[in-house]
């Protein structure tokens, strides 16, 4: 045992020796020689973590006065990742912007979203432990008086209990982001839209921790009226996911369907209308975007269902994987011509064949006649060719007549 703790002691007085040179040559701009003693004592795994923390943070200024710019930004990022320290915090993004590297680079590769759902996926497999580790700061101690209250009482329901019996009515809503401070928030609809709380979120370890209650809203009839409908909305895509695995499964395995309307699963069954987007705004219903044609093989990051269209620039999707995730419409449009979608927003004239095109111009005029049954006629005919008519439409949005702006509008609106 003493010659454990005299080797251990021994190391430490060598690291200290490396460390206090490495700060000395630093001052002196001797950087290559600062570089050699601060990495000493990064390589070593010292239990000491204030010295691994400013060893890396003094090698990151090493590098930068080295010139070194891509290692005195990895330092720098490295030490975010272990300090909870806000004077190394802040010295290490100084470091970092000056090399030139952007906040936003620095966040957790998974989205404030994407670790909520996460930790629904822990709560519903009853990895409490896995859940937890997701909860930091403020929120954790709070979580954890509730805990002990409720068991003090012999109550046998939890925080995480709760996530476990209806997740469906837990949303999430909205995510943003403090680059400068490290810190996020997510937005959750509760309660099938009655309740709006938003947690603040801290980085932890690489990843994304709720570590407090921002705020917290009862709302109003009719924005709960909203946020129910995009609950179900949101709901109906992670059943056209589960739907599809399990007709392809109990098929050949492989082809999905070629529409979403020949679903039938055991959990489209008591949910006739689970293909059907709905929109808070007005009530209409659409189908779901849908691309026929992939196959369970294919890339699961494939998109093959999304929302019809987007509410405040953002549009939901869902991955072949089963995931539901949002994403900004320009991301979208993009990811969707790059995986040869045929949607409206990205149909060009070039696209079309010659003779849709002639019926398409054919029609367009019908909006406005003075018999009912031919602009009813007209306007079926367009909704039926779908999204080769778009780039007709769209430079119809303008035209004199209100009829046929308003008809136009309406039917780019469902495409």
């Excluded at 206090?20 to 630093?26: F, I, K, P, Q, T």
């Excluded at 801290?202 to 921790?209: I, M, N, Y």
């Excluded at 994987?321 to 149909?347: C, H, N, T, Y």
């Amino acid at each position: 045992m003493t010659n454990i703790v005299e080797l251990t002691l021994a190391a430490l007085v060598g690291l200290a020796s490396n460390f206090h040179a490495g700060v000395e040559n630093l001052n002196n701009k001797s950087y290559d020689k600062a570089i050699i003693d601060f990495t000493a004592v990064v390589q070593s795994g010292s239990s000491v973590a204030e010295m691994q923390e400013l060893a890396l943070l003094y090698r990151a200024e090493a590098q930068a006065g080295q010139g070194n710019k891509v290692a005195a930004m990895q330092d720098a990022t490295n030490l975010l990742m272990i300090t909870s320290d806000v004077t190394r915090k802040s010295k290490a993004l100084a470091i970092y912007r000056a090399q030139g590297g952007a906040l936003q680079d620095l966040r957790p590769k998974e989205s404030p979203r994407a670790a909520f759902a996460r930790f629904l996926a822990l709560c519903l497999s009853n990895d409490v432990a896995g859940a937890r580790q997701l909860i930091s700061g403020p929120l954790r101690n709070t979580l954890d008086v509730c805990e002990k209250a409720n068991a003090g009482r012999g109550r046998e329901r939890t925080i995480f209990t709760e996530f476990t019996r209806n997740p469906e009515s837990f949303l999430a809503v909205s995510e943003s982001f403090d680059d400068t401070n490290q810190t996020a928030t997510l937005t959750l609809s509760v309660g099938n839209g009655q309740v709006l709380a938003t947690l603040g979120l801290v980085r932890q370890g690489g990843a994304w921790s709720a570590a407090s209650l921002v705020s917290y809203e009862m709302l109003g009839r009719d924005r709960r009226i909203a946020q129910t409908q995009s609950s179900r909305n949101l709901a109906n895509l992670r059943v056209i996911g589960q739907a599809l695995r399990q007709q392809a499964a109990d098929g050949d395995g492989a082809t999905l369907p070629a529409r979403l309307e020949d679903l039938k699963s055991a959990v489209t069954l008591n949910n006739p209308q689970f293909h059907l987007f709905t929109d808070a705004a007005s009530g209409k219903q659409l189908p779901f975007l849908y691309r026929a044609g992939l196959k369970l093989s294919d890339a699961p990051d494939l998109l093959v269902a999304a929302t019809p269209m987007a509410v405040e620039g953002t549009r939901y999707v869902l991955q072949l994987s089963g995931a539901v995730m949002p994403l900004a419409e320009e991301q979208f449009v993009r990811m969707a011509d790059e995986q040869k979608w045929v949607i409206a927003a990205l149909v060009k004239k070039a696209d079309v064949s010659a003779e849709i095109a002639a019926e398409v111009t054919a029609l367009i005029p019908k909006l406005a006649d003075a018999d009912a049954k031919v602009r009813a006629a007209a306007k079926k005919r367009l909704q039926e060719i779908g999204a080769p008519a778009a780039p007709f439409l769209r430079e119809q949005k303008k035209h004199a007549d209100p009829e046929i702006r308003a008809t136009v509008r309406e039917l780019l609106k469902m495409n």
